[in-house]
């Protein structure tokens, strides 16, 4: 596991686009597969997508798939998250997670050392 900062969220009309960052600190991404996660008001926290630590794989929820694209630049030690056709029910504090010889569904369930996040909020 590697310490990450989530930044970029905002407040965006529906329809609108969104990068979030997830950037690693004191050690390198590159052996690390990362995971989006994300958790809106009185909600549990749902998986978003995920990158393999190649770049090679990509696992995206259903509900943002085809507008969701999850990238990795290894040599900045950070991994994004690029929305697009934001909905209201996007609206949601973004978390990312790295995780090594696990899965993002065990991450889900058992990890409990989530950052600060990112605010995301799209009005309709």
């Known amino acids: 596991q590697v310490h990450m900062v989530e930044s970029g969220g905002g407040l965006v009309q529906a329809g609108g686009s969104l990068r979030l960052s997830c950037a690693a600190s004191g050690r390198s991404l590159s052996s690390y597969n990362v995971g989006w996660f994300r958790q809106a008001p009185g909600k549990e926290r749902e998986f978003v997508a995920a990158i393999d630590w190649t770049g090679g794989s990509r696992t995206y929820a259903d509900s943002v798939k085809g507008r969701f694209a999850i990238s990795r630049d290894n040599a900045k030690n950070t991994v994004y998250l690029q929305m697009g056709s934001l909905k209201p029910e996007d609206t949601a504090v973004y978390y990312c997670?790295?995780?090594?010889?696990?899965?993002?569904?065990?991450?889900?369930?058992?990890?409990?050392?989530w950052g600060q996040g990112t605010q995301v909020t799209v009005s309709s």
């Open positions: 997670a790295s995780y090594s010889g696990t899965t993002w569904r065990d991450v889900l369930r058992n990890f409990d050392d």
